[in-house]
């Protein structure tokens, strides 16, 4: 008796739809049954591919291995030979494996794989190299039909974005099957709004939106609970503006899925891009907004230029009062002969006041038509800028590379430079090239900034004058994010003396409107709402309430 075991495989889910495995089959056991063999085993592969797939990677093929070393059968039989695999590389010297062992190889439709002399093996070798091309080309062509969909903004399949829904809307693929298209999914685009609105509007960061999230019951697409990577992913997430992007496939803008207006979706990138950069000087989003401190983050020391940190209060506290601290003076790290301490209400409301005033001046401001032809021309010199910025940078590497390359000198005693001496200069070296490469990166990053404003001068300006409407009725947080936007520094001197430098975003909006310039304006409002200094013992007889 010949005792034969099958193997039937179809590469994917529409092949086992069509009933694929069960004609191979018929075709297999009409073939056995006129060659008078017994069938005593049929394996199945239901969407495994041949081509992608190693055949030690297939649990049918390890099953054959095994039962040929066992002589558990003497004939391998398969509908094609292509359904033992379509690698070039593999496939045939799998086949030859068989043969081998002694099992012979058939296919119902090619007849028989022999191994009898040289040319065989060829013709062996020729038959997969050939199914190998034909699977190539099949992926190619799929690729491309799959390219030219999303190019058209067709959905392909694939896990739908958290916010959207796959749904059967009539549409029918060449076969006439129905496919599912996207849309909106209410209850997610909820969520997805919040994220952006409180990301943007008020400064909150992906943790604190995660947390919050998750103890409302809300979960991600896969029930799974929300995690920091996937605010950040959502806020990222072109497909909220409209836009189905694979890889480096982009859309038409499709109306119907836009979730996000484009300007929210560009505040809410640059904010996640500065997060990236947490110790960058250059920064317009606030550094905390969880102590109730309206300049927390944000406030500079007039003295040594050290970024001013806030403390609260505890229960019981010396000082029951949130302050504003020069840390750096305080703790002797720098050398700093300005007031250490600062009541931070007080602080808050000169800063509140002189905002309030410049809100009413913006208010007042007409639309300069000059305004992106001026915006343009400051673009190109920030430019050379950079490129100066980089090139010193480069200078710095190249010199520390050279110092590095004298090591070995030193080390053979060829140097003229002590090893004390070289191992100081290279650390020195370092720390300005990382210096030079870090202002490079600050530069870099307001030129494309400022190349977005020149873009974008309309809605930057409609945000403006947005911003001169709600500012008095705005929360603390809310002022917080403008304030931090509005000015890229706020100092503070002894005596409460304040000194605000406006954002070269926004102060382009007012130059040449009011009969001095705004530095000057700005500077008079600061000097008008300076907060006489207060004795710390007459602090604590009148003790002033956290915040703005």
Same mark, same amino acid.
């Given at each position: ?379 190109? +010199?920030?430019?050379?800028? %950079?490129?100066?910025?980089?090139? /010193? !940078? @480069?200078? *710095? =590497? ?127 409002? +600061?000097?008008?709402?300076? %907060?006489?200094?207060?004795?710390? /013992? !007459? @602090?604590? *007889? =009148? ?6």
């Amino acid at each position: 008796m010949t005792r034969v075991e099958c193997l039937y495989r179809v590469s994917t889910k529409g092949q086992v739809d069509h009933d694929d495995i069960p004609m191979q089959r018929i075709a297999c056991r009409r073939f056995a049954q006129e060659q008078g063999w017994t069938i005593i085993k049929e394996l199945q592969e239901k969407g495994v591919s041949g081509f992608k797939v190693s055949a030690n990677d297939r649990d049918a093929i390890q099953e054959l291995r095994e039962d040929a070393m066992e002589k558990r059968f003497d004939v391998l039989l398969v509908f094609m030979f292509d359904r033992l695999g379509r690698r070039d590389d593999e496939t045939p010297f799998v086949v030859e494996w068989f043969a081998k062992q002694g099992i012979r190889i058939f296919s119902a439709k090619e007849g028989e794989q022999k191994f009898e002399c040289h040319t065989d093996s060829l013709v062996n070798y020729i038959r997969f190299w050939q199914s190998e091309g034909e699977s190539m080309k099949t992926a190619v062509r799929i690729k491309t039909r799959l390219d030219q969909l999303r190019a058209e903004g067709v959905y392909t399949g694939g896990p739908t974005h958290y916010g959207y829904r796959a749904v059967e809307k009539g549409r029918l693929n060449k076969k006439g099957k129905p496919v599912k298209d996207l849309e909106v999914d209410p209850e997610e685009a909820a969520v997805v709004k919040e994220i952006f609105d409180r990301t943007v509007y008020h400064g909150e960061g992906s943790f604190t939106l995660a947390n919050d999230l998750n103890a409302r019951g809300y979960r991600t697409k896969h029930g799974k609970p929300f995690q920091c990577r996937h605010i950040t992913s959502i806020l990222q997430d072109k497909m909220y503006i409209g836009y189905i992007v694979t890889k480096d496939i982009t859309s038409p803008f499709l109306p119907e899925l836009q979730i996000i207006d484009e300007d929210t979706f560009q505040q809410a990138g640059a904010i996640v891009e500065q997060r990236k950069r947490k110790n960058a000087e250059w920064r317009n989003i606030p550094r905390q907004t969880g102590n109730g401190a309206l300049l927390a983050g944000n406030l500079y020391c007039a003295d040594c230029s050290s970024r001013m940190t806030s403390s609260v209060p505890a229960e019981g506290a010396h000082r029951p009062y949130a302050e504003y601290i020069c840390y750096k003076g305080a703790n002797h790290r720098v050398k700093c002969e300005g007031q250490k301490a600062y009541v931070a209400s007080r602080v808050d409301e000169a800063v509140l006041a002189v905002t309030a005033e410049l809100m009413q001046m913006i208010r007042e401001v007409p639309k300069d038509e000059a305004l992106e032809k001026r915006i343009k021309q400051q673009a190109k +010199a920030m430019e050379k800028q %950079v490129a100066d910025a980089k090139a /010193a !940078a @480069a200078r *710095a =590497a190249k010199e520390q590379e050279a110092l590095e390359m004298e090591v070995g000198k030193c080390l053979l005693g060829q140097s003229r430079f002590s090893e004390e001496l070289l191992s100081k200069l290279i650390s020195d070296k370092a720390q300005e090239r990382k210096a030079l490469q870090n202002k490079a990166a600050d530069l870099e990053m307001q030129l494309r900034n400022q190349r977005q404003l020149a873009v974008d001068t309309s809605k930057y300006y409609d945000r403006f004058k947005g911003w001169s409407m709600e500012f008095q009725l705005a929360d603390t947080d809310r002022k917080r994010l403008i304030i931090s936007q509005l000015y890229s520094r706020i100092e503070i001197g002894r005596g409460y003396k304040l000194r605000f430098v406006l954002d070269a975003n926004y102060q382009q909006f007012l130059d040449g409107q009011a009969d001095t310039t705004v530095s000057d304006f700005v500077a008079k409002l +600061a000097r008008k709402n300076t %907060v006489p200094y207060m004795a710390p /013992a !007459a @602090a604590l *007889a =009148a003790p002033v309430a956290m915040g703005a």
